[in-house]
């Protein structure tokens, strides 16, 4: 009789405690921040992006890179690796709580 008790105990808890809880969807605040791909994937390990205000390295994983920075104007420069050039883009404008995705690089 106890077994039987403190199964439906447990039963009721497991099954019940969940639907006493409502769901509330976390929220997260927008980054400002610079995206993009590099092509090919294996081509460049670092991205440097140089601003007025704020300097970041970040490496580059599968082919992605992804800098959180302050908004402002910036020079993204890929260290490629060879036999590929280094690549530069000048005047990227990021504004606040903005991801700029600059889309694929694609290097020569």
Request: a positive charge; proline letters at 5%; one cysteine or more.
């Amino acid at each position: 009789m106890k077994k039987g008790v403190l199964a439906c105990a447990i039963a009721s808890v497991v099954v019940g405690s969940p639907l006493s809880f409502t769901i509330q969807q976390s929220f997260q605040p927008q980054r400002t921040s610079i995206a993009g791909r590099i092509s090919p994937q294996k081509g460049a390990d670092i991205v440097c992006i140089v601003g007025m205000k704020d300097s970041v390295k970040v490496a580059v994983v599968d082919g992605s890179f992804l800098a959180q920075v302050k908004p402002g104007r910036y020079k993204l420069i890929i260290t490629s690796r060879a036999p590929f050039k280094n690549a530069q883009l000048d005047n990227l404008e990021v504004r606040q709580n903005q991801e700029l995705n600059i889309g694929e690089i694609i290097l020569q």
